[in-house]
Nanobody
Framework: QVQLVESGGGLVQAGGSLRLSCAAS????????MGWFRQAPGKEREFVAA???????????EYADSVKGRFTISRDNAKNMAYLQMNSLKPEDTAVYYC????????????????WGPGTQVTVSA
């Protein structure tokens, strides 16, 4: 089992920045791919960003087209933490953001992730 808890959400004006954190506990964090997803009211949960587990090669990152160049995902295996730095925020980024962990599979697919946090609300005002 992996337990995940997000933090860092809040209310920010358009153009502002937030940094989301995901604290992991349980099984070996470094063995898991980590992803960030979001869900706006009335919409399906969608992929935002992901980073592969850290083995002998540098981790690989992927981003949704809508956040490329604005969001950055990172991880600190020594602290069992994952992060999502969000810059140049837009009102359409408003959603509940979820951290998730997976042993493998397609990084962009919701169904590939085994563990989820409860989510943190991000609200971007115009």
């Amino acid at each position: 089992q992996v337990q995940l808890v997000e933090s860092g959400g809040g209310l920010v004006q358009a153009g502002g920045s937030l940094r989301l954190s995901c604290a992991a506990s349980g099984r070996t964090f470094s063995n898991y791919n980590m992803g960030w997803f979001r869900q706006a009211p009335g919409k399906e949960r969608e992929f935002v960003a992901a980073i592969t587990w850290s083995g002998i090669i540098a981790p690989h990152t992927e981003y949704a087209d809508s956040v490329k160049g604005r969001f950055t995902i990172s991880r600190d295996n020594a602290k069992n933490m994952a992060y999502l730095q969000m810059n140049s925020l837009k009102p359409e980024d408003t959603a509940v953001y979820y951290c998730a962990a997976a042993r493998g599979g397609r990084l962009t697919r919701v169904g590939e992730y085994d563990y989820w946090g409860p989510g943190t609300q991000v609200t971007v005002s115009a």
